[in-house]
């Protein structure tokens, strides 16, 4: 079935320093991909979005290329700040599939000043 | 707009009652899509409802059911609760049932004792 996979956290990292977090997908068609973020007792926000291969999608400093080849969409920023610290999920969608999302399992990013 | 809202925020049970919670989309959006959140499973899908009929189910036990409106609001139902069905149910709306990007609540924890 369709799967995404994420780096387990945490991932700690220093104010200012440069992120990346993994995900990669197994989809048995053409997904849509997605990067939600979750702060502390809040719901999901949508990140950023791509919809097709090669497609970049960029919000807040970070940004996500839709790689088909290795079926991956690593979420990076360049300069991260203590607000960034959250809980980040990749996800797909696929529109045979209804377009219900399948999640990885969520990444925590802790930020120290 | 207003995004999406969801009542009550927080609720405590015990086992066997049964609950229910109650989502309002975002103004035109016409799916609703209800998660469960759990530290063990993750983000799991529930079902989802289009124009008061469910579109997609997932792999949930029938004690777990919903419903939509006509003015698009949905409520999920869990009878004869357990305590692993204490977790964060979210809700996500969108336009359209074709259009792949959805929109969160802040969620309802529900904690059965």
């Known amino acids: 079935g369709d799967s995404v996979t994420q780096m387990e956290g945490p991932v700690t990292l220093s104010e200012e320093a440069f992120l990346t977090i993994n995900c990669t997908y197994t989809a048995t068609g053409y997904p849509s991909l997605f990067w939600y973020v979750q702060y502390p007792g809040e719901g999901l926000q949508l990140l950023l979005k791509a919809t097709k291969a090669d497609d970049k999608g960029s919000n807040k400093g970070f940004e996500a290329t839709y790689r088909k080849e290795t079926t991956s969409f690593h979420l990076e920023k360049g300069s991260v700040q203590v607000s960034d610290s959250a809980v980040y999920f990749c996800?797909?969608?696929?529109?045979?599939?209804?377009?219900?999302?399948?999640f990885g399992g969520g990444t925590r990013l802790m930020v120290k000043p | 707009k207003a995004g999406v809202t969801q009542t009550p925020r927080y609720l405590i049970k015990t086992r066997g009652q049964q609950v229910t919670l109650s989502c309002s989309p975002i103004s035109g959006h016409r799916s609703v899509s209800w998660y469960q959140q759990t530290p063990g499973q993750g983000l799991q899908f529930l079902f989802e409802?289009?124009?008061?009929?469910?579109?997609n189910k997932g792999n949930f036990p029938g004690r777990f059911s919903g419903r939509q409106f006509s003015n698009s609001r949905s409520e999920m139902n869990v009878s004869t609760l357990e305590l692993g069905d204490s977790a964060l149910y979210l809700c996500?709306?969108?336009?359209?049932?074709?259009?792949?990007?959805?929109?969160f609540g802040p969620g309802t924890r529900l904690t059965v004792l």
């Open positions: 996500a709306s969108r336009e359209e049932i074709v259009t792949d990007t959805q929109y």
């Open positions: 409802y289009f124009s008061e009929t469910q579109r």
């Open positions: 996800a797909l969608s696929l529109n045979n599939a209804g377009n219900m999302l399948t």
